[in-house]
C-alpha cells in the first residue's frame, strides 16, 4: 500500500467518525494489513478495501467498535481513580483477594494429592489400610497398627474382603553379602498376598510365589542393582543379621 492509498484510509476513516488517537491508529493498522492481504491475492485497492470495511458492517459497526472501546476505557478509569483516591482500603482488598486466591490454590493441591493417594495401584479404590483406635482413661490413641490375627479372622468373617496382607516394620536390618555388608534403615516382613493387594510390578520372578517360602525376599531394582551389580538378582543368597538369609 503506497501513501496515498494510506491518506485514503485515514481520511475515510476519519468521515466516518473514527476520532479516538488510540483506537483509530489500531484500526487503520488492522484495516491496511487486511487490504494488503487482499491486493496480494489481486484485488484493486478499492475494492479491497470496501470488501474490508464491510466486514465491520460498515460505517456504524466501525463507529459501534469506538463506542464500546470508549465504555471500556471509561470503566478503566474510574476503577483506577477510585483505587488511587482510597488506598488504604485498596490494600486491604488487595491483600484480602492475594490471600483468599493463595489459600484456595493451596487447598486445591492439598485436595488434588489426597484424591491421588495410592492411584498408581490398579485396584487403588478397593484398599484399604486398618488402623485402631484405643482409650484408656484420659488417652486417646490412634494407631496404624493391628493385631496380626485380625488378618485371618477379617478374611473369614467377612466374605467382601478378598485377600488381606500384613506388614511388621523390623527397623533398620544389616545384609551381607560374602565380604560387604550394607545397612538398610526401611525393611518389613509381609505376608506371600501383598502382591495380591498391592499390583507391584516385577522387574524379574512371579509375584504369584513370591514370599511363599521361608526366608525369601523381595528386593527393588535400585537395591538388586547395590548389591549384584551386573549380575541377575533373581535366585541369590544375602544374609542378614537376624540369622535369615
Known amino acids: 500500500m503506497n501513501s496515498e492509498q494510506l491518506d485514503f484510509v485515514i481520511k475515510d476513516l476519519h468521515s466516518r467518525g473514527i476520532l479516538l488517537d488510540d483506537?483509530?491508529?489500531?484500526?487503520?493498522?488492522?484495516?491496511?494489513?487486511s487490504v494488503d492481504e487482499k491486493m496480494r491475492c489481486g484485488q484493486r485497492f478499492i475494492e479491497a478495501y470496501n470488501e474490508v470495511i464491510t466486514s465491520f458492517g460498515s460505517t456504524e459497526g466501525l463507529q459501534e467498535t469506538q463506542k464500546e472501546t470508549v465504555m471500556l476505557q471509561n470503566y478503566f478509569t474510574v476503577a483506577f481513580r477510585n483505587l488511587k483516591k482510597q488506598r488504604f482500603y485498596t490494600l486491604i482488598n488487595i491483600t484480602g483477594l492475594a490471600v483468599g486466591v493463595a489459600s484456595c490454590l493451596v487447598i486445591m493441591l492439598y485436595v488434588i494429592n489426597e484424591f491421588s493417594y495410592d492411584r498408581h495401584f490398579t485396584n487403588y479404590d478397593r484398599v484399604y489400610r486398618l488402623h485402631a483406635e484405643i482409650k484408656f482413661g484420659d488417652n486417646h490413641l490412634r494407631m496404624a497398627v493391628t493385631p496380626a490375627p485380625l488378618s485371618e479372622t477379617l478374611q473369614k468373617d467377612f466374605p467382601e474382603v478378598e485377600a488381606a496382607a500384613r506388614f511388621w516394620n523390623t527397623g533398620t536390618t544389616i545384609f551381607r553379602r560374602t565380604e560387604d555388608s550394607f545397612k538398610e534403615p526401611y525393611t518389613v516382613f509381609a505376608?506371600?498376598?501383598?502382591?495380591?493387594?498391592?499390583?507391584?510390578?516385577?522387574?524379574?520372578?512371579?509375584?504369584?510365589?513370591?514370599?511363599?517360602?521361608?526366608?525369601?525376599?523381595?528386593i527393588s531394582k535400585k537395591t538388586a542393582d547395590k548389591y549384584f551389580p551386573g549380575e541377575q538378582a533373581l535366585g541369590q543368597t544375602l544374609t542378614s543379621n537376624s540369622g535369615k538369609s
Open 191 to 218: 505376608d506371600s498376598s501383598l502382591f495380591t493387594v498391592l499390583d507391584i510390578p516385577f522387574v524379574a520372578g512371579d509375584p504369584k510365589t513370591a514370599l511363599k517360602e521361608p526366608n525369601t525376599m523381595v
Open 23 to 33: 483506537l483509530k491508529d489500531e484500526i487503520i493498522d488492522h484495516v491496511c494489513s
